[in-house]
């Protein structure tokens, strides 16, 4: 440390050691340097310097300390200190929000692309450097950060417990444990006050089908960590997207030019037309409607399913590709893919107009039975497609606001609360059970069969020696 004869002040500490401000010279601006006490000391820098500051604070020394018995490294200083001592004096701004989410998310795709987790991302460890055009954001602290590959170094705890992922109680942790820490941030920086785990639930419920920022930390916050983002690398295209959807190693985002698909091994590509309805997706293709014609798109292919020189609005098409609803004038109908059959026999909609105005979302009950949803909305069409284009409707209504349809069953949202309810009985015009579940920790689902029997379908693996379970 005799290169640096001038220190200042203390900046903070942790188990891996403690950084203090400090000068070469009195004409020389400060920099952090981090006296390491911790035995993982040089992960932490090796981390760093493979890094060389694309997301995170740039190396600009490494050196011995006689005196100390020590190893220490310098870094720039950050300028505004920490966010939490930004938090602690005002709330950010909607575009200081946006930057920081994608800052922090751009540090922990290039962390992860090098094989690592960081396993501790909460605002003392993000940095905040001002610049001409805003503020920079810069990821620190890999003193916890351990490779993805080794099982055995994972079980050892590490992190801060108030921002971590439910499934690191139980096990290593994985990319999207470092998502759900980073959406825990996001959410607190947006509200200005630390979110407890029931506000992070009720948050990610309600928020589950909206856009933008709102929409991308509902998606981080899922307890489920196969319903969060996989790659932080799409968090950008999410942030701009008007829709989205998303599996292992894929993902498509609706933009208001165009359609974008993204792959595991970065292959994309994207095509450009306005406006655009998404009609259904999977992880090759995905099925749109552009003006006058529906398409489905692949990352290979590209194929026009219908085209029509009439004013048809497409809603949804069936599974199996062969019929696509649509409405006209005040009809709604279903039209055959590629062919040229015709409008006729459709049941009118007048009474329907003002909740097909809203975005619906649609579930496929079975090959000629479609439901339009509206999320966390109260009334929906039930439809039942017959042949020669009719189609029979019913509005229905919910008790509760509906969140989701799966596995045959409605999910109605009551806060503290969900009550799933069969969509057969629904259907029938008789409300079935309704089952009363309480909203399972993070990391559990459940859903619960005809009969009201509750079914664990996933839960957090447990350790058991060197085995997990």
């Not at 993902?251 to 993204?262: C, P, S, T």
């Amino acid at each position: 440390m005799d290169r640096y004869a001038h220190f200042e002040r203390s900046l903070g500490s942790g188990a891996q050691g403690t950084v203090v401000a400090a000068r070469r010279g009195w004409n020389e601006d400060p920099v952090a340097v981090k006296m390491c006490t911790g035995p993982k000391w040089w992960s932490e820098v090796n981390a760093l310097l493979a890094l060389d500051g694309d997301g995170t604070p740039r190396v600009l020394d490494v050196g011995f300390d006689q005196s100390s018995q020590c190893w220490y490294f310098a870094m720039p200083i950050a300028s505004d200190g920490s966010l939490r001592r930004v938090l602690l004096q005002r709330r950010l701004a909607d575009s200081d929000l946006d930057s920081l989410v994608r800052g922090i998310a751009l540090a922990l795709g290039r962390i992860h692309q090098w094989g690592w987790l960081h396993r501790d991302v909460k605002p003392e460890n993000i940095l905040v450097f001002r610049r001409d055009v805003g503020l920079d954001w810069r990821l620190a602290d890999l003193g916890s950060a351990a490779s993805s590959e080794y099982t055995s170094v994972h079980r050892r705890f590490e992190g801060s417990l108030e921002y971590l992922a439910p499934e690191r109680l139980w096990h290593c942790g994985l990319r999207q444990s470092d998502a759900y820490s980073l959406g825990v941030v996001g959410l607190e920086a947006r509200n200005g006050s630390f979110p407890l785990p029931s506000e992070r639930s009720r948050f990610a419920r309600h928020h589950r089908w909206s856009s933008g920022l709102d929409g991308l930390l509902a998606c981080l916050l899922s307890g489920a960590p196969s319903r969060r983002l996989p790659d932080l690398d799409w968090v950008a295209s999410m942030l701009d997207a008007e829709d989205f959807s998303f599996g292992a190693d894929w993902a498509w985002f609706m933009h208001r030019d165009g359609v974008q698909w993204l792959g595991a091994d970065q292959a994309s590509w994207r095509l450009s037309a306005q406006p655009l309805r998404l009609l259904d997706v999977c992880r090759d293709e995905v099925v749109i409607s552009e003006r006058r014609r529906v398409r489905r798109l692949g990352s290979c292919h590209r194929e026009t399913l219908r085209a029509d020189d009439r004013n048809l609005r497409y809603l949804a098409v069936s599974p199996d590709r062969s019929a696509i609803v649509a409405t006209h004038g005040a009809e709604i109908g279903w039209v055959q893919s590629c062919s040229v059959q015709n409008f006729e026999g459709s049941s009118p909609i007048h009474e329907f107009t003002s909740l097909l105005d809203l975005p619906l979302r649609s579930s496929w009950l079975s090959a000629r039975e479609l439901l339009l949803w509206e999320p966390l909305g109260t009334r929906h069409v039930a439809m039942r497609l017959h042949e020669g284009g009719r189609v029979e409707t019913a509005v229905r209504e919910t008790r509760l606001p509906l969140f989701a349809v799966e596995f045959g069953q409605l999910v109605l949202d009551g806060g503290e609360f969900s009550e799933v309810v069969s969509v057969v009985r629904w259907l029938a015009g008789a409300d079935g059970f309704p089952r009363v579940l309480p909203i399972p920790p993070d990391g559990i689902e459940l859903r619960a069969d005809a009969n009201g029997e509750l079914e664990i379908l996933s839960f957090p693996a447990v350790p058991i020696g060197d085995q997990e379970l």
